[in-house]
């Protein structure tokens, strides 16, 4: 259960980190004094970081209450599959928010943000056959009677 | 109790559509500028008048498209619609395209300072295009002229949503080197 509440967790403060750097963007002004973004680049830059996340954080929620898949058979096999999934999880989420920081860390050009975000979720759909599956898998689990999740 | 008809339906749902594009302001709406101009044997004995736009008879078109062309280029511009041979003439009662160029934030000062109502937040930036379209009536150029500003942060993309602006201000830009080249051109005819 602890487990699973961590993993969860990772993905909300990942999805939340990412609304917050977005918003971020149209409160910030560059060296120059400039806005970063404008107010009405809120929805298009907004979108494909709640479509992104959607997809996961709905499946993984959804599993809360749904656990299709068999438990793993020892406690070693539950500590493996956690270690990987946390793993996983921590890279692609970070590959995503790195993205969405990008302008933030980097500096503004034309079309930046929405072009970095963008860059972020094709890179993380590539990467998603290693993450969706584990985390799939291990929140879709059954809790064994031995394991401590 | 009146109830509207489907005729009045119809024009209060025009209007609310039109004020939607209207504040979209994707393109201002048109500016109408008239330039007007002597013929060179009516002006002759007006030499030392320079501020007339003086042009030979015959020759008027060849004129006002290589001072629009001059103009358009001076303001660092275009013209990329229709796409115009070198030194062909640009063609009369076509709208003709620029296309888009920065603008200063000098320029956005100016315009601030010039229209009493519209104003254009200085903490963004601007770019500006022109559509054209001109014909030579007697003793007249007539311009329509419909500027299209577009802003953006600097981070994002450009976008057609801005505040409104004052379109005569960047008429004027035009209108004024246009005239400028006109008369310029006058001593070299």
Known sequence: MKRRAVLTVIWLVGFLLSIALAELYLHRRDADGLRILLPEDRLPVM??????????????????????????????????????????????????????????????EEGGVRAHVGTGVTICGWMSFVVAPVNLYYFGMKAGRKATT | MNRPTTLARRANLKLVLMSGVLTLGACAPAEYVTIPFEYLSMAAGNEGVRDVVVLRPGDEQRAVSDALFLAVQTLEHGIVKPEVAAGAMLPTGEVLETGFVKLSPEIIEQHNKASATAKLPPDRLYRLSYRVEYSIGDRRIDL?????????????EWRDDTPDYSGRFFTDRLRGEIERSLKQARGQR
Do not use: M, N
């Open chain 2, 144 to 156: 329509r002229v419909w500027p299209h500003l577009q802003q953006r942060g600097s981070g994002g």
């Open chain 1, 47 to 108: 979108q494909p970081v709640f479509l992104f996340f959607g997809g996961y954080l709905g499946g993984i929620l959804g599993f809360w209450f749904l656990r299709p898949f068999k438990s793993a058979k020892s406690d070693e096999a539950e500590r493996f599959r956690f270690f990987l999934a946390l793993v996983c999880t921590l890279i692609f989420v970070l590959t995503f928010v790195f993205f969405v920081a990008y302008v933030h860390l980097f500096g503004p």
